[in-house]
């Protein structure tokens, strides 16, 4: 693990999330002290959704499945351009992202970490073969809706904790087509 990586901070806020400090990423996940993320979905002309493999070395969950990528803003920087940021570093590329839904959520990672989290969670197009960062992610697939839902009911060990939730989300507030 890049201990730089663990090291950044994370800023704390409330449920409506109004800032209210900043703390070591690590101390935030082991504390489960709750924070802003965001959460990356892109899809492709056909609509199928774009997921990558998060890479062994991350400090939790690597080799599992995932979102488009995820992160977390740096104090000072807004929720956008974090996404736009991460977008870049993990994938390798830059698209136009709309910002769609926030959640909070609550989510054991296994080891005495947890996500506790305040998501926003952005959308957007990419019509590109990405280039991603192998320290980031291991592999990358495009994916229908249809199929991962039934990969993650099938075999949820194999995904992220928030993917499902995320993906929840979506669906249920008709803002990702499930078919």
Not at 39 to 48: E, I, T
Not at 96 to 118: D, K, N, Q, W
Not at 135 to 159: A, C, G, K, M, Q
Request: hydrophobic residues 35%; aromatic residues 8%.
């Amino acid at each position: 693990m890049d201990h730089a990586e663990w090291r950044e901070r994370v800023i704390l806020v409330d449920k409506n999330d109004r800032e209210i400090g900043t703390e070591e990423k690590l101390a935030a996940h082991r504390d489960g002290a709750l924070h802003r993320a965001l959460s990356v979905f892109v899809l492709d002309d056909a609509g199928r959704l774009l997921l990558q493999r998060r890479s062994l070395g991350k400090y939790h969950s690597g080799g599992l499945w995932s979102n488009s990528c995820c992160g977390h803003p740096r104090p000072g920087e807004s929720t956008e351009a974090a996404a736009h940021r991460r977008l870049r570093e993990e994938m390798g590329f830059d698209c136009e992202l709309r910002p769609i839904l926030s959640f909070v959520y609550h989510a054991a990672l296994g080891g005495e970490l947890c996500e506790h989290e305040l998501d926003h969670v952005f959308l957007g197009c990419f019509r590109g073969q990405p280039d991603s960062n192998a320290y980031e992610v291991s592999e990358w697939r495009w994916i229908t809706v249809p199929n991962l839902t039934e990969e993650l009911s099938r075999e949820p060990w194999r995904f992220s904790v928030w993917l499902p939730i995320a993906l929840g989300e979506l669906l249920s507030r008709g803002l990702l087509a499930d078919s």
